[in-house]
């Protein structure tokens, strides 16, 4: 587990981001997809998180400055929580969105796969009233 000043980034969190970080993102020179050994954690600072993406194919390096929202709860090292945020959600519209499951890494990238597989019309998207 890496730990810097009460934050904790557990190896699960840490594959989970760096399988985001190969899902999402390409070498910005040549366009080659990232391995997994091509993504180096180079540390932590509070909530950042700092990797590096070198390119198996041009061998670029990319500085990644990544933000998490994990902090570790001083009374139960265990049990991860949300930083305080500010809001101008209404009490009733913060209930809805609180009463709603996460949006999960592999929902990102469905919708991701769909946003590259669209005409880029996204208008329809937009105006479409929710179900």
Same mark, same amino acid.
Request: glycine share 4%; net charge positive.
């Given at each position: 587990?890496?730990?810097?000043?009460?934050v904790s980034?557990?190896?699960?969190?840490?594959?989970?981001? /760096?399988?985001?970080?190969? #899902? *999402?993102?390409?070498? !910005?020179?040549?366009? @080659?997809?990232?391995? =997994? =050994?091509? &993504? #180096? *954690?180079? =540390?932590?600072?509070?909530?950042?998180? *700092?990797? %590096?993406?070198?390119c198996h194919?041009?061998?670029?390096? &990319?500085? $990644?400055? #990544?933000?998490?929202?994990?902090?570790?709860? $001083? $009374?139960?090292?265990?049990?991860?929580?949300? !930083?305080?945020?500010?809001?101008?959600?209404? !009490?009733?519209?913060?209930?809805?969105?609180?009463?709603?499951?996460? #949006?999960? +890494? +592999?929902? &990102?990238?469905? *919708?991701?796969?769909?946003?590259?597989?669209?005409?880029?019309?996204? %208008? @329809?998207? /937009?105006?479409?009233?929710?179900?």
């Open positions: 587990m890496v730990r810097e000043e009460g980034l557990n190896s699960k969190n840490l594959q989970e981001l /760096i399988k985001n970080l190969r #899902i *999402f993102y390409k070498c !910005p020179s040549c366009g @080659a997809a990232y391995r =997994g =050994g091509d &993504i #180096i *954690f180079l =540390g932590r600072v509070e909530e950042h998180c *700092f990797m %590096q993406l070198t194919d041009c061998s670029l390096p &990319i500085l $990644a400055t #990544i933000l998490t929202n994990l902090q570790v709860n $001083a $009374a139960q090292t265990n049990t991860v929580s949300k !930083p305080k945020q500010r809001t101008d959600l209404k !009490p009733r519209e913060k209930r809805l969105l609180l009463d709603r499951d996460h #949006i999960s +890494s +592999s929902e &990102i990238a469905e *919708f991701y796969s769909y946003l590259n597989q669209s005409s880029g019309d996204y %208008q @329809a998207l /937009i105006h479409k009233p929710a179900k």
